[in-house]
């Protein structure tokens, strides 16, 4: 199993991204939040897993590990692939969406392209234990900085290789405006800017 890699990215389109690492190209799928995170020419990490297929061998990269176990584990459940598992992370974040299967909103998990109430009722009965095992999302962030987008926040930082703790502190001070649209609505894309734009500055 693949379960992450780190390169230069090459190229990002609608649903992959293509990273150089030592020369060779590798595509990963990803969901938009993911592809936003990434920028052309700059490093990144993703975390990664392999799906085998009898016709193909496909990467799927996420921002975090947690988002990458959560797309394992919900395709544990008969009848959910790959393209509905990235499908339903592409609509909610890690955190809601072990949230929506442990308490159980079949309606949070229909807006997911692909599953319907059925579909999302079987979800929740097979997963609804199960996520609730998982580690949390944000596990080990400091008391300022509470789970959500800030997690993959500070993934996406991590991946550019900045140090944990400097990634830490200025997601905090990124999360400060609660009133900010960006920070309510957790625009990874416009967010990361920011957090680069206050890592520029402080160098």
Do not use: C, N
């Amino acid at each position: 199993m693949i379960a992450s890699l780190r390169g230069v990215v090459e190229s990002v389109a609608l649903d992959h991204v293509v990273l150089d690492i030592g020369g060779v190209g590798y595509s990963v799928r990803a969901t938009p939040a993911t592809l936003a995170t990434l920028r052309r020419g700059e490093k990144a990490r993703l975390a990664t897993t392999l799906v085998v297929r009898e016709d193909s061998m496909t990467v799927f990269g996420f921002v975090s590990d947690d988002a990458r176990d959560l797309f394992e584990l919900v395709q544990s459940v008969s009848g959910v692939g790959p393209k509905i598992a990235l499908a339903l992370l592409a609509v909610l974040d890690p955190d809601d969406l072990r949230r929506a299967l442990s308490t159980g909103d079949t309606a949070a998990l229909t807006r997911a392209p692909g599953i319907g109430k059925k579909g999302a009722e079987r979800l929740v009965l097979e997963l609804k234990d199960r996520v609730g095992a998982m580690p949390r999302p944000g596990a080990g962030l400091p008391a300022g900085v509470p789970a959500g987008w800030r997690d993959q926040l500070v993934d996406a930082l991590g991946g550019l290789g900045f140090p944990a703790k400097q990634a830490l502190d200025v997601v905090e001070t990124v999360a400060a405006d609660g009133d900010d649209p960006a920070v309510v609505t957790g625009d990874v894309q416009v967010l990361l800017r920011r957090a680069l734009s206050l890592l520029a500055r402080s160098r």
